[in-house]
């Protein structure tokens, strides 16, 4: 069974992802947190670290100090992830302060194995019920049938995903890829059928080797706009629509 460690929260920490701090800065985070930034301008964006202990495999070694160009992109963003390579310190509170709109919300509790399952997800939940855009950053993505008890806490569940639908939220999971053939596709399908939605409503952005998954909201059209705007206006980085 599950739970959460509850940590203190300041005052715009909110959040539920699983994540470990130990691969902040990496070269994906640019990816990312410009991808997130740039398409929910128009909305309250609530991030949900999914924030579990690090582990003992070796730090992420795609660090952004690896591809310098990514400066002349967004100065700001390089110079945060810089930073915390740099100092030798990776952590998510590098990107917390000054880099997305006011509004945003984090949610950086830690995650731990041990913890009743659903007290994180419940908590979580009522800390960004306000927000428009979830954005959901697990170790791995979505969960998938062959999760072991004790890898759970390093994905997204349906039952989540659902809650947040059914309390018209839209959403951004992050997805590392697997290698497992149509499991994209696959996914894709088990989200329309699960969240009761229009194929419409789901676009699935790749970068490099992450997707993400964008549930996006009837109540949140722009989103839709946003996205096709960003990839347009970023040729060079090479964001894709896959389905």
Not at 44 to 50: A, E, S, T
Not at 62 to 73: D, S
Request: hydrophobic share 35%; with cysteine; charged share 30%.
């Amino acid at each position: 069974m599950l739970v959460n460690i509850h940590m203190t929260l300041s005052k715009k920490y909110l959040g539920n992802s699983k994540m470990q701090n130990k691969y902040f800065g990496d070269i994906s985070d640019f990816y990312k947190y410009y991808f997130l930034r740039n398409i929910c301008l128009d909305y309250k964006l609530g991030i949900n670290w999914c924030l579990i202990p690090n582990d003992d495999s070796n730090d992420g070694k795609h660090i952004i100090t690896k591809k310098k160009r990514l400066k002349n992109i967004d100065e700001k963003l390089y110079k945060i992830l810089e930073k915390s390579i740099l100092n030798n310190n990776r952590n998510t509170k590098y990107i917390e302060n000054g880099y997305f709109n006011n509004d945003t919300i984090f949610y950086n509790s830690v995650y731990e194995k041990y913890f009743l399952d659903g007290v994180y997800e419940e908590k979580a939940f009522n800390n960004l019920i306000n927000q428009d855009i979830i954005f959901f950053d697990p170790d791995n993505g979505i969960e998938v049938p062959s999760t072991k008890a004790i890898d759970k806490l390093k994905y997204v569940q349906y039952r989540t995903i659902l809650k947040y639908w059914n309390n018209k939220k839209s959403m951004i999971i992050f997805q590392f890829r697997d290698f497992v053939s149509n499991s994209i596709k696959d996914k894709r399908n088990k989200l329309i059928e699960c969240l009761k939605c229009s194929k419409n409503n789901i676009k699935i952005i790749k970068i490099e080797n992450v997707y993400y998954f964008c549930l996006i909201n009837n109540k949140h059209k722009k989103l839709f706009k946003s996205i096709s705007d960003f990839i347009n206006y970023n040729k060079e980085l090479k964001y894709e629509i896959i389905v």
